[in-house]
């Protein structure tokens, strides 16, 4: 499970031992912290707050509290791989830029920009009226 594992990937564990003493538990990939993809970070999600933990590893017994064998692995089908970036032109129009290599930093493999909105948007529209943002 462990080196295939993208940022945005979700383990949860879906074991509940029935004793109350390891309920169900998901932990959101952030990524991971070394070449060698031994050790991660992610958040945490649980009774609240939730926690950003680094120095995770699949090599220990638990992962935040919970069996790190209980855990199962899920991807998002829409994920997108590489680096999703935005950015506005100046009548306000959202682009979207794609690198796909976020880590090489290099701005030669960016792709774009695709319109993602022509005409731009507020916040007044975005909080005051969400019902009508398509």
């Known amino acids: ?3 295939g594992l993208r940022p945005g990937d979700l383990l949860n564990d879906r074991v509940n031992d029935g004793g109350g003493r390891h309920p169900y ?3 959101l990939f952030g990524g991971w912290e070394n070449s060698a993809k031994t050790s991660f970070w992610c ?3 649980g009774s609240p707050p939730i926690d950003k933990v680094t120095g995770a590893s699949f090599s220990r017994s638990s992962l935040s509290g919970h069996p790190t064998s209980h ?3 899920l991807r998002y089908r829409e994920i997108v ?3 999703v970036y935005f950015g506005h032109n100046a009548e ?3 682009l979207r830029y794609r690198d796909s290599n976020p880590y090489d930093g290099s701005g030669a493999d960016l792709s774009g920009p695709d319109t993602v909105d022509p005409q731009g948007w ?3 529209l975005l909080s005051a009226q969400p019902g009508t943002v398509a």
């Open 1 to 3: 499970m462990a080196p």
């Open 92 to 94: 306000g129009g959202l």
């Open 81 to 83: 791989d590489g680096g």
């Open 71 to 73: 855990y199962r692995a």
């Open 25 to 27: 538990h998901a932990i």
């Open 122 to 124: 507020s916040q007044v």
């Open 43 to 45: 958040y945490s999600f």
